[in-house]
């Protein structure tokens, strides 16, 4: 099982709140999931199936790589389990200003406590995702204005646990082209990594991350991890770790 954060967006590169905010790829981002899908295809991967959100940073980036693995004939599900966090009141702001506007530790709180939201949403913000056809089919209650990791989990853990591992336990090889914390939702569960390790977690744009899982599901470490991760980056691990510190640079 193969997970990809999508390439860097337009707002990555303004460095502005994104979350359920539709942005495109940058060049750079196009560049990078190109890279992804051609080092997955070096290494000899290939896909049974492939899981992306309803976002188009990340369905283009799940796109490019399977282009670059000659594997665009392959099932697509897109899911909105799989969006990025909704970042609330945040979303659109720059990220630096909010730095200047709050201080550090609460935009670091915001961005990386594992419980606690940024400020919702009004929902008459033409951005209210209730206003979006796409989703349609969510109830009132389950429309989030706001959402913490903890709540993103909430959603992302079901659908693992629903729709993903039946897949899984198929045999089925399968790539999840998906979101800076949406990821870390996921890889959270899988490595059971505790509430206050997550904190430091980051992940880099475009870069493919292999998980070898055992039959119950537990993550096989790989001696090239970077912990507490057990999948491992493919690339040239040396500036893999240049990019995490980008990540988690944004708001210095
Ligand atoms: O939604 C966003 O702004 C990014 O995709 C993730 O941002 P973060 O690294 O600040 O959580």
């Given at each position: ?8 967006s337009?707002w990555?590169?303004e460095?502005?709140?994104t979350?359920w905010?539709?942005?495109q790829?940058s060049?750079?981002?196009?560049a ?21 959100s309803v976002?188009r ?7 490019l790589?399977?282009?670059?693995m000659d594997l665009m004939?392959i ?9 990025e966090?909704h ?9 630096n200003?909010?730095?200047?506007k ?10 990386r406590?594992?419980?606690i939201?940024?400020?919702p949403?009004?929902k008459?913000?033409?951005h209210?995702?209730?206003n979006d ?16 990791l903890?709540?993103?989990l909430d ?11 039946p897949d899984?336990?198929?045999g089925?090889?399968?790539?999840i ?10 890889v959270?569960?899988l490595d059971?990594i ?7 977690l ?8 292999v998980?070898?899982?055992d039959?119950e ?15 491992r ?12 510190l980008?990540?988690?640079n944004q708001?210095?």
């Amino acid at each position: 099982m193969v997970l990809v954060r999508h390439g860097e967006s337009e707002w990555n590169k303004e460095n502005r709140f994104t979350g359920w905010y539709d942005v495109q790829l940058s060049e750079k981002g196009i560049a990078e999931a190109k890279e992804g899908g051609r080092l997955l295809k070096e290494a000899g991967f290939t896909f049974d199936k492939a899981y992306t959100s309803v976002l188009r940073r990340a369905i283009k980036t799940c796109w490019l790589v399977l282009e670059e693995m000659d594997l665009m004939w392959i099932p697509v599900e897109k899911a909105w389990q799989l969006n990025e966090r909704h970042y609330g009141a945040l979303q659109g702001l720059d990220k630096n200003e909010t730095v200047a506007k709050h201080g550090k530790d609460q935009v670091h709180i915001w961005r990386r406590s594992y419980d606690i939201p940024p400020p919702p949403l009004e929902k008459n913000n033409p951005h209210y995702p209730g206003n979006d056809v796409r989703y349609g089919q969510l109830l009132q209650r389950e429309t989030p204005v706001t959402e913490s990791l903890k709540t993103t989990l909430d959603r992302v853990v079901p659908f693992w646990e629903k729709v993903i591992k039946p897949d899984v336990t198929a045999g089925k090889g399968l790539l999840i082209a998906a979101h800076g914390n949406s990821l870390r939702a996921l890889v959270k569960k899988l490595d059971n990594i505790p509430d206050s390790d997550i904190t430091e977690l980051n992940i880099p744009t475009g870069t493919p991350l292999v998980y070898e899982l055992d039959s119950e599901f537990k993550p096989i470490k790989h001696k090239e991890s970077i912990g507490p991760l057990s999948g491992r980056y493919l690339g040239n691990q040396e500036a893999i770790k240049a990019r995490i510190l980008g990540v988690k640079n944004q708001t210095k």
